[in-house]
Protein backbone atom coordinates (compact mmCIF):
# COMPACT_ATOMS: atom_id res chain seq x y z
CA UNK A 1 0.00 0.00 0.00
CA UNK A 2 1.60 3.10 -0.89
CA UNK A 3 2.12 5.44 1.83
CA UNK A 4 0.46 8.54 3.16
CA UNK A 5 2.19 11.82 2.92
CA UNK A 6 3.40 13.86 5.86
CA UNK A 7 2.89 17.64 4.02
CA UNK A 8 5.27 19.53 5.48
CA UNK A 9 4.42 22.21 3.25
CA UNK A 10 0.41 22.33 3.85
CA UNK A 11 1.20 22.27 7.86
CA UNK A 12 4.00 24.58 7.74
CA UNK A 13 1.71 26.98 5.84
CA UNK A 14 -1.47 26.39 8.84
CA UNK A 15 1.20 27.32 11.46
CA UNK A 16 2.70 30.23 9.76
CA UNK A 17 -0.98 31.30 9.12
CA UNK A 18 -1.69 31.39 13.24
CA UNK A 19 1.75 32.84 13.74
CA UNK A 20 0.42 35.57 11.70
CA UNK A 21 -2.50 35.62 13.40
CA UNK A 22 -0.85 35.90 16.87
CA UNK A 23 1.93 38.50 15.68
CA UNK A 24 -0.80 40.89 14.81
CA UNK A 25 -2.38 40.70 18.22
CA UNK A 26 0.82 41.44 20.07
CA UNK A 27 1.82 44.26 17.45
CA UNK A 28 -1.37 46.11 18.84
CA UNK A 29 -0.17 45.71 22.55
CA UNK A 30 3.51 47.77 21.11
CA UNK A 31 5.09 44.31 20.57
CA UNK A 32 6.94 43.55 17.33
CA UNK A 33 8.71 39.93 17.36
CA UNK A 34 12.38 40.85 16.32
CA UNK A 35 14.77 38.42 14.77
CA UNK A 36 18.15 38.88 13.75
CA UNK A 37 20.24 37.14 11.57
CA UNK A 38 24.00 36.64 11.26
CA UNK A 39 25.16 35.97 7.82
CA UNK A 40 29.21 35.87 7.64
CA UNK A 41 30.48 35.43 4.22
CA UNK A 42 29.00 34.34 0.84
CA UNK A 43 28.00 30.86 1.23
CA UNK A 44 25.61 29.98 -1.65
CA UNK A 45 23.17 27.68 0.38
CA UNK A 46 23.62 29.66 3.88
CA UNK A 47 22.29 32.95 1.20
CA UNK A 48 19.20 31.00 0.15
CA UNK A 49 18.32 29.63 3.92
CA UNK A 50 18.84 33.40 4.83
CA UNK A 51 16.85 34.38 2.32
CA UNK A 52 14.16 32.26 3.15
CA UNK A 53 14.18 33.15 6.88
CA UNK A 54 13.75 37.20 6.14
CA UNK A 55 10.91 36.13 3.92
CA UNK A 56 9.06 34.11 6.60
CA UNK A 57 9.83 36.80 9.28
CA UNK A 58 8.13 39.51 6.73
CA UNK A 59 5.14 37.47 5.87
CA UNK A 60 4.43 37.29 9.53
CA UNK A 61 4.69 40.54 11.08
CA UNK A 62 8.41 39.93 12.48
CA UNK A 63 10.84 42.64 12.24
CA UNK A 64 13.77 41.33 10.76
CA UNK A 65 17.48 42.65 11.28
CA UNK A 66 19.89 40.85 8.72
CA UNK A 67 23.60 41.44 9.16
CA UNK A 68 25.57 40.40 6.50
CA UNK A 69 29.43 40.66 7.51
CA UNK A 70 32.06 39.65 5.62
CA UNK A 71 33.57 36.62 5.33
CA UNK A 72 36.97 38.09 6.98
CA UNK A 73 34.89 39.22 9.75
CA UNK A 74 37.00 38.55 13.65
CA UNK A 75 35.74 36.38 16.04
CA UNK A 76 35.69 38.97 18.46
CA UNK A 77 33.90 41.06 15.96
CA UNK A 78 31.42 38.29 16.07
CA UNK A 79 30.95 38.72 19.58
CA UNK A 80 30.93 42.26 19.37
CA UNK A 81 27.60 42.65 17.21
CA UNK A 82 26.30 39.75 19.32
CA UNK A 83 26.35 41.30 23.01
CA UNK A 84 25.12 44.27 20.95
CA UNK A 85 22.12 42.04 20.30
CA UNK A 86 21.73 40.70 23.48
CA UNK A 87 21.52 43.58 24.78
CA UNK A 88 18.91 45.26 22.16
CA UNK A 89 14.69 45.49 23.78
CA UNK A 90 13.79 44.85 19.96
CA UNK A 91 15.31 41.28 18.87
CA UNK A 92 13.77 38.62 20.30
CA UNK A 93 16.13 35.94 19.12
CA UNK A 94 19.43 35.77 17.00
CA UNK A 95 20.56 33.39 14.77
CA UNK A 96 24.26 32.88 13.34
CA UNK A 97 23.95 31.11 9.88
CA UNK A 98 26.31 28.19 10.01
CA UNK A 99 28.77 27.32 8.78
CA UNK A 100 30.86 29.95 9.58
CA UNK A 101 34.66 31.03 8.28
CA UNK A 102 37.39 28.84 9.44
CA UNK A 103 38.79 31.80 11.94
CA UNK A 104 35.79 31.90 14.42
CA UNK A 105 34.83 29.29 16.38
CA UNK A 106 31.05 28.56 15.79
CA UNK A 107 31.23 26.93 20.03
CA UNK A 108 32.47 30.10 21.01
CA UNK A 109 29.92 31.81 19.03
CA UNK A 110 26.59 29.44 19.78
CA UNK A 111 27.32 30.10 23.93
CA UNK A 112 27.67 33.79 23.41
CA UNK A 113 24.04 33.95 22.65
CA UNK A 114 21.78 34.50 25.79
CA UNK A 115 20.32 31.39 25.73
CA UNK A 116 16.58 33.20 26.07
CA UNK A 117 17.29 34.34 22.66
CA UNK A 118 19.05 31.38 21.23
CA UNK A 119 15.61 30.33 19.11
CA UNK A 120 18.05 28.05 16.79
CA UNK A 121 18.19 26.01 19.99
CA UNK A 122 22.20 25.53 20.08
CA UNK A 123 23.26 27.08 22.91
CA UNK A 124 24.82 24.73 25.30
CA UNK A 125 22.11 25.81 28.06
CA UNK A 126 18.94 25.02 26.03
CA UNK A 127 20.78 21.31 24.58
CA UNK A 128 21.23 20.42 28.60
CA UNK A 129 17.76 21.84 29.12
CA UNK A 130 16.35 19.23 26.78
CA UNK A 131 18.30 16.48 27.66
CA UNK A 132 17.13 17.24 30.93
CA UNK A 133 13.44 17.09 30.55
CA UNK A 134 13.29 21.47 31.08
CA UNK A 135 11.61 23.22 29.00
CA UNK A 136 13.96 24.55 26.53
CA UNK A 137 14.35 26.75 23.15
CA UNK A 138 13.90 23.69 21.27
CA UNK A 139 16.35 23.24 17.88
CA UNK A 140 14.08 23.70 15.22
CA UNK A 141 14.48 20.58 12.61
CA UNK A 142 13.50 18.77 15.24
CA UNK A 143 10.39 20.10 16.90
CA UNK A 144 9.17 20.32 13.14
CA UNK A 145 10.15 16.64 12.85
CA UNK A 146 7.95 16.15 16.18
CA UNK A 147 5.32 17.94 14.65
CA UNK A 148 4.78 16.07 11.77
CA UNK A 149 5.00 13.02 13.76
CA UNK A 150 2.16 14.61 15.63
CA UNK A 151 0.13 14.40 12.84
CA UNK A 152 -0.16 11.08 12.20
CA UNK A 153 -1.78 10.03 15.71
CA UNK A 154 0.00 7.51 15.76
CA UNK A 155 1.25 7.09 19.56
CA UNK A 156 5.06 6.89 20.44
CA UNK A 157 5.03 5.49 23.79
CA UNK A 158 7.01 1.99 23.02
CA UNK A 159 7.43 2.91 19.38
CA UNK A 160 11.29 1.21 18.30
CA UNK A 161 12.65 4.94 16.78
CA UNK A 162 16.04 4.60 15.00
CA UNK A 163 17.50 8.30 13.93
CA UNK A 164 20.23 7.52 11.68
CA UNK A 165 22.57 10.39 12.12
CA UNK A 166 24.05 12.05 15.29
CA UNK A 167 24.62 15.74 14.25
CA UNK A 168 24.00 18.31 17.23
CA UNK A 169 21.18 20.25 15.22
CA UNK A 170 19.43 16.98 14.25
CA UNK A 171 20.50 13.86 15.02
CA UNK A 172 20.94 14.13 18.90
CA UNK A 173 18.36 16.13 19.91
CA UNK A 174 14.92 14.40 17.67
CA UNK A 175 16.67 11.35 19.81
CA UNK A 176 16.14 13.24 22.71
CA UNK A 177 12.92 14.26 22.01
CA UNK A 178 11.27 10.69 21.08
CA UNK A 179 12.90 9.67 23.89
CA UNK A 180 10.61 12.45 25.95
CA UNK A 181 7.61 10.53 24.32
CA UNK A 182 8.98 7.33 25.54
CA UNK A 183 9.86 5.95 22.00
CA UNK A 184 12.91 3.37 22.50
CA UNK A 185 15.19 5.17 20.30
CA UNK A 186 18.56 4.17 18.62
CA UNK A 187 20.92 6.52 16.95
CA UNK A 188 22.81 5.08 14.37
CA UNK A 189 26.15 6.85 12.64
CA UNK A 190 28.93 6.22 10.24
CA UNK A 191 30.21 3.89 13.00
CA UNK A 192 27.06 1.74 13.32
CA UNK A 193 27.56 -2.56 12.81
CA UNK A 194 24.77 -3.79 11.23
CA UNK A 195 22.74 -0.42 10.53
CA UNK A 196 20.38 -2.60 8.03
CA UNK A 197 19.32 -4.45 11.14
CA UNK A 198 18.74 -1.75 13.69
CA UNK A 199 16.48 0.62 10.74
CA UNK A 200 14.56 -3.02 9.60
CA UNK A 201 13.05 -2.65 13.42
CA UNK A 202 12.02 -0.04 13.93
CA UNK A 203 8.35 1.90 13.38
CA UNK A 204 9.74 5.06 13.64
CA UNK A 205 12.65 6.14 10.62
CA UNK A 206 14.30 9.81 10.92
CA UNK A 207 16.85 9.69 7.90
CA UNK A 208 19.49 12.73 8.72
CA UNK A 209 22.72 12.23 7.34
CA UNK A 210 23.66 13.95 4.00
CA UNK A 211 23.57 11.04 1.41
CA UNK A 212 21.33 10.86 -1.13
CA UNK A 213 18.86 8.03 -1.31
CA UNK A 214 20.53 6.34 1.41
CA UNK A 215 17.64 4.47 2.87
CA UNK A 216 16.22 1.70 0.54
CA UNK A 217 12.98 0.16 0.17
CA UNK A 218 14.82 -3.42 1.96
CA UNK A 219 15.52 -1.12 4.65
CA UNK A 220 12.30 -0.21 5.81
CA UNK A 221 10.10 -2.39 7.99
CA UNK A 222 6.52 -3.18 6.06
CA UNK A 223 3.79 0.33 7.91
CA UNK A 224 6.95 1.97 9.19
CA UNK A 225 6.58 6.60 9.53
CA UNK A 226 9.91 7.45 7.71
CA UNK A 227 10.84 11.01 7.81
CA UNK A 228 13.57 12.25 5.52
CA UNK A 229 15.62 15.08 7.06
CA UNK A 230 18.33 14.85 3.78
CA UNK A 231 18.80 17.64 1.57
CA UNK A 232 20.76 16.92 -1.49
CA UNK A 233 21.44 18.89 -4.20
CA UNK A 234 21.89 16.71 -7.71
CA UNK A 235 21.44 17.82 -11.03
CA UNK A 236 18.07 16.21 -11.27
CA UNK A 237 17.30 18.58 -8.33
CA UNK A 238 16.76 18.27 -4.63
CA UNK A 239 16.85 14.58 -3.20
CA UNK A 240 16.79 13.46 0.06
CA UNK A 241 18.34 10.31 1.91
CA UNK A 242 15.55 8.10 1.56
CA UNK A 243 14.90 5.99 -1.53
CA UNK A 244 11.31 7.80 -1.92
CA UNK A 245 9.39 5.88 -4.81
CA UNK A 246 10.34 2.42 -3.53
CA UNK A 247 10.23 3.36 0.46
CA UNK A 248 6.84 4.90 0.11
CA UNK A 249 5.34 1.63 -0.96
CA UNK A 250 6.40 0.33 2.45
CA UNK A 251 6.18 2.86 4.56
CA UNK A 252 2.77 3.96 6.17
CA UNK A 253 3.62 7.63 6.31
CA UNK A 254 6.49 9.10 4.65
CA UNK A 255 7.87 13.08 4.35
CA UNK A 256 8.45 14.04 0.64
CA UNK A 257 11.81 15.97 -0.14
CA UNK A 258 11.40 18.72 -1.12
CA UNK A 259 7.75 19.69 0.98
CA UNK A 260 8.75 17.47 3.87
CA UNK A 261 10.73 18.84 7.03
CA UNK A 262 12.40 21.73 5.18
CA UNK A 263 9.25 23.74 5.45
CA UNK A 264 8.58 23.15 9.12
CA UNK A 265 12.25 24.30 10.37
CA UNK A 266 11.56 27.81 9.37
CA UNK A 267 7.98 27.95 10.50
CA UNK A 268 9.39 26.35 14.15
CA UNK A 269 11.72 29.03 13.83
CA UNK A 270 9.54 31.31 13.61
CA UNK A 271 7.08 30.45 16.49
CA UNK A 272 10.69 30.05 18.63
CA UNK A 273 10.76 33.69 17.76
CA UNK A 274 7.13 34.52 18.57
CA UNK A 275 7.22 32.57 22.05
CA UNK A 276 10.57 34.66 23.04
CA UNK A 277 8.62 38.13 22.06
CA UNK A 278 5.42 37.01 23.73
CA UNK A 279 7.50 36.66 27.29
CA UNK A 280 9.16 39.70 26.58
P1 LIG B 1 26.00 16.02 9.54
O1 LIG B 1 26.91 15.86 8.37
O2 LIG B 1 26.36 16.92 10.65
O3 LIG B 1 25.73 14.57 10.16
C1 LIG B 1 25.50 13.46 9.36
C2 LIG B 1 25.38 12.25 10.21
O4 LIG B 1 25.19 11.13 9.35
C3 LIG B 1 26.62 11.97 11.06
O5 LIG B 1 26.25 11.66 12.39
C4 LIG B 1 27.26 10.78 10.38
O6 LIG B 1 27.90 9.87 11.26
C5 LIG B 1 26.06 10.08 9.77
N1 LIG B 1 26.48 9.27 8.61
C6 LIG B 1 27.22 9.67 7.56
N2 LIG B 1 27.44 8.62 6.74
C7 LIG B 1 26.83 7.56 7.31
C8 LIG B 1 26.72 6.19 6.97
N3 LIG B 1 27.27 5.71 5.86
N4 LIG B 1 26.02 5.39 7.79
C9 LIG B 1 25.45 5.86 8.92
N5 LIG B 1 25.53 7.14 9.31
C10 LIG B 1 26.21 7.98 8.51
O7 LIG B 1 24.59 16.41 8.91
P2 LIG B 1 23.31 17.15 9.55
O8 LIG B 1 22.74 16.38 10.68
O9 LIG B 1 23.60 18.58 9.71
O10 LIG B 1 22.32 17.04 8.30
C11 LIG B 1 21.92 15.81 7.77
C12 LIG B 1 21.12 16.05 6.51
O11 LIG B 1 19.96 16.82 6.83
C13 LIG B 1 21.85 16.87 5.44
O12 LIG B 1 21.43 16.45 4.16
C14 LIG B 1 21.36 18.29 5.68
O13 LIG B 1 21.42 19.10 4.52
C15 LIG B 1 19.93 18.02 6.09
N6 LIG B 1 19.34 19.05 6.93
C16 LIG B 1 18.08 19.43 6.64
C17 LIG B 1 17.43 20.37 7.39
C18 LIG B 1 16.04 20.72 7.03
O14 LIG B 1 15.55 21.77 7.44
N7 LIG B 1 15.32 19.87 6.29
C19 LIG B 1 18.09 21.03 8.51
C20 LIG B 1 19.40 20.50 8.82
C21 LIG B 1 19.99 19.55 8.03
P3 LIG B 1 29.25 10.28 12.09
O15 LIG B 1 28.78 11.17 13.19
O16 LIG B 1 29.74 8.97 12.57
O17 LIG B 1 30.15 10.98 11.12
Redesign the pocket.
Known amino acids: MAAQILDGKKLSAEIRAKIKDETAALREKGIVPGLAVILVGENPASKVYVGQKEKGCLEAGFASFLHRLPSSTSQQELLGLINRLNADASVHGILVQLPLPPQIDPDTVLAAIRPEKDVDGFHPVNIGRLAAGLPACEPC?PK?IMRLLRTTGIPLPGKEAVV????N???KPVALMLLAESATVTI?????KD?VDHVRRADIVVA????PR?VTADMVKEGAVVID????RLEEGLVG?VDYAPVSEKASWITPVPGG??P??IAMLLENTLEQARKS
Do not use: Q, Y
Not at 229 to 232: C, E, H, K, P
Open positions: TGIGRSIVGCHSRTLAIGKFVGINDVGMT
